[in-house]
């Protein structure tokens, strides 16, 4: 007899996957946390293994668990792709969907720029969008959720995770840390007319930074290896919060230079002197196995293009 396994045990599968617990799994399907234990009991008697491994904060999938997520990706796609087409909805005259993750700083740019370029040139394609960590971020490519996803990286730029198949990871822009300062009032002080600043002018600077446990992007709030206890007095997850209390002189903060054109009025960016530049690159990164189509690939090739004119942006 083959492996008995129900749709709603392969959506199960899918979400506990992508969302990282049981609880954030329930939550999004609107089942109950012992229904989505249920079906991953289920799953698990079917499959006659351990389909993730239960650790505080979370789970993760064992090799069994990303094994059969491989198979559910695949045939609840299949069956995505069959209910549109019955309904009428299949993707024809360069038309098509694309789903797209980024980090927070991206989409302010980046993805901003590649979508009203996408508008002009390829107007049916329909491109979804949401932000996320990078751990986030990956599971939904693996879970089949995305499409591609932009992800920033330090040096030496790892693999963003260790699962098999690899992720495909193309390397997109690389971009230098830069400090958000205020343009006027007193906070401007320490920073006017100055183009770049001494690292240890910051040693009594107050910080504006993404709320304590949140890495959204490595390095990013206070400046990487600035030693002694930084003070953070602002925490905000929200990239435009951070840059208006900057605006308002409330601190400052660290930013890719890549957001020069997205900063509010009442803020400028300036480098830091004596101290290694701090570089961070953005890749695009797909599922190992997704098909290629038309849409797709008009999507990365804006991201692309968008990616070049901001490498050539005068610096």
């Keep these: 007899m083959g492996l008995d396994v129900t749709l709603v045990g392969l959506r199960v599968l899918r979400e506990v996957a992508e969302r990282g ?14 229904a989505v234990s ?59 969907r694309v789903r797209v993750g980024c980090f927070p700083a991206a989409g302010a740019v980046l993805v901003a720029r590649a979508l009203a370029a996408l508008r002009q040139e390829h107007p049916r ?35 963003p995770d260790t699962d098999d198949p690899p992720l495909r990871v193309a390397p997109l822009l690389e971009d230098r840390l830069v400090l958000a300062v205020p343009a006027t009032g007193p906070g401007a002080a320490p920073f006017a007319g100055r183009a770049a600043v001494p690292a240890e002018l910051l040693a009594g600077e107050t910080w504006i930074a993404g709320p304590a446990g949140h890495a959204d992007e490595p ?6 290896g600035l030693p002694g206890r930084p003070r953070v007095q602002h ?47 953005v890749s695009l990164v797909r599922p190992p196995a997704a098909p290629a189509t038309a849409a797709t690939d008009a999507v990365v090739h804006a991201l692309r293009r968008q990616a070049a004119q901001l490498a050539d942006r005068p610096r």
């Design 235 to 281: 925490a905000a997850r929200d990239w435009l919060t951070r840059l208006h209390l900057v605006a308002a002189g409330a601190g400052i903060t660290t930013v890719p230079s890549a957001l020069e054109s997205a900063l509010p009025p009442g803020v400028r960016l300036v480098a830091v002197d004596g101290v290694p530049e701090e570089r961070r690159r």
């Design 38 to 96: 249920r079906q991953v009991a289920a799953l698990e008697q079917a499959a006659g293994a351990r389909l993730f491994d239960r650790f505080p904060g979370g789970v993760r999938l064992t090799a069994t668990g990303r094994a059969l997520l491989r198979h559910a990706v695949t045939a609840l796609a299949a069956l995505d792709a069959a209910d549109r087409e019955l309904r009428g909805a299949r993707d024809e005259d360069g038309g098509g």
């Design 125 to 159: 394609i329909q491109v979804t969008t949401r932000e996320g960590t990078t751990p986030s971020l990956v599971r939904a490519l693996r879970a089949g959720t995305l499409d591609l996803a932009l992800l920033t990286s330090r040096p030496p730029h790892r693999s």
């Design 21 to 34: 617990t049981f609880t954030a799994a329930a939550q999004a399907l609107g089942y109950t946390q012992s």
């Design 219 to 224: 390095g990013l709030g206070v400046w990487p």
